[in-house]
């Protein structure tokens, strides 16, 4: 579901002539920098390490608070970045498309394949028994039985929701580049915070689940399937507004 469906998607877009290449390597591309490298570098400095909490204090409500708003302000900031400087010839609807594709892609290959890719062969290392003899060893007491009690007795279903966690993600971040877009098009920034406090939104349950406020995979999963629906029925909207006149200078 990662990578296959980003991959349809793709040839859907080249097929209907909306994909734009440019504005897709330039979503991936922010998605690297501001997520996985700015961001990231921010969650070093100021989560505690290995548990969902703030470094000085064990407000749940303020770890929410952080997780929500991080991902968000970066994110966004990094796409208005990306329509603003990088893609100042590329700012119609297919490019928004584009970029969301590009953004979106990135996170599940980077997420969804990549993890996938590890638990598979953690499986296959533990059941020939090569993990106890060369990677056990070097980790700390019960991080290796931890390692292999979650890869051995996680359920496949769950697997399955990560995939479709990823597509669900795959869908808001396109309708969240359009809106960043718009804002660029019309020259108001307020559009990217709107982005901002939507992505934020999305991102509570997520964070409370993480926190262990909200125990109920599936009721988080639930939200997140909402979210995406509304998000397609933006992205399926929102198209007359960018063919009505011409981007403001």
């Given amino acids: 579901m990662s990578l296959f469906v980003p991959i349809g998607l793709v040839w859907y877009g080249r097929k209907k002539g909306w994909l734009s290449w440019k504005a897709f390597g330039v979503g991936a591309l922010i998605f690297l920098v501001f997520s996985q490298v700015l961001e990231k570098a921010l969650h070093i400095a100021v989560l505690e390490p290995g548990r969902p909490a703030l470094k000085g204090t064990d407000s749940v409500w303020l770890f929410v608070l952080y997780a929500a708003l991080a991902a968000g302000v970066f994110e966004e900031i990094g796409r208005y970045v990306g329509f603003r400087w990088l893609l100042k010839r590329h700012r119609e609807y297919g490019d928004g498309l584009s970029f969301g594709l590009g953004h979106g892609g990135a996170e599940a290959v980077l997420l969804g394949v990549l993890g996938a890719v590890n638990v598979m062969v953690l499986s296959i290392l533990i ?48 309708a969240l580049s359009l809106v960043v877009l718009l804002g660029v098009r019309k020259r108001q920034f307020r559009y990217v915070v709107y982005a901002i406090l939507i992505h934020a939104a999305m991102d509570v349950l997520p964070a409370l689940y993480q926190a262990k406020v909200v125990t109920n995979v599936w009721a988080v999963e639930a939200v997140l399937l909402i979210w995406a629906v509304a998000a397609v029925s933006f992205i399926c909207r929102i198209k007359p507004a960018f063919e009505q006149g011409g981007e403001k200078r």
């Fill in 127 to 174: 059941q020939s028994g090569a993990f106890d003899k060369t990677i056990a060893p070097s980790l700390p007491v019960g991080q290796a039985e931890l390692i292999k009690k979650q890869v051995l007795h996680t359920p496949f279903a769950m697997y399955v929701l990560g995939g479709l966690e990823r597509l669900f993600a795959l869908a808001v971040h396109t």
